[in-house]
């Protein structure tokens, strides 16, 4: 074995060290908080729903939004695969954040590039459905997102609220992972993703053709393993461009 041999073997062993310490640190403010079950705290405030407006309740396929599959979202501390990096829900380094979603390896982001991280997927909603439901089911209100607010803007379009699009993005009811991720509102400096709305001219690997309109996570710098993902929620851009479908 050459130097070269041993000077990777010992940056490996030290990678996977500092990997293994950052998760152990989530893991033991995960015991240090006590944290309520996620479905519970997630829609402990909602109003039971008027049988008239039961018809407007939209179910949710997560085989074709993007969102995570297994049944019930994985545990605090768990380490888990999504769109082909490892991640861990924990206690938020936000003050009282609630729970955060923490990147569990390194993920390298070229100088003036951005990675996909995950979608930002739920059930889609016109204005008048939306708001009719949220004022009884205000966990939607909490995790919701407007799907075209920048691709309105974009087109000088700011009080059309009728062609306003609402993701549901709760994520113990809707499988949604992206809606752990927190907040970065007065912390500028730890923003370390952005959304991008996407019309589907193209299909990314975990998603559906038939879903028109959707919002990708994507990272906008290096992250190493135990860092919390941020995100400016005010800020939501339009995705440039897009290739055709084949």
Known sequence: MDDEDNIYNRDARQSRTRHGQAIQLLQIDILRQSLPPGLESETSRDYVLPDRLQPLVRTYDRR???????????????????????????????????????????????????????????????????????????SMSTYGMCLNAASLSDRGITHAQGQRLYVDGRPYTQGNIAGLINSSRGRSARTNCTFVECENGHEPGYMSRDVPRYILVNATR????????LANYGFRRPQRASPPLD
């Open 64 to 138: 074709h939004y993007g969102g995570w599959e297994g049944g019930s979202l994985p545990r605090d501390g768990e380490v888990f695969s999504f769109w082909g990096a490892r991640y861990m829900i924990a206690p938020s380094s936000i003050p009282d954040g609630g729970r955060g979603l923490f990147i569990a390896q390194d993920l390298q982001v070229p100088p003036n590039s951005e990675v996909t991280l995950m979608c930002f997927c739920g059930p889609i909603y016109e204005w008048g459905p939306w708001h009719q439901l949220v004022r009884y089911i205000l």
């Open 222 to 229: 290096s992250l190493r393993a135990g860092d919390e993902l």
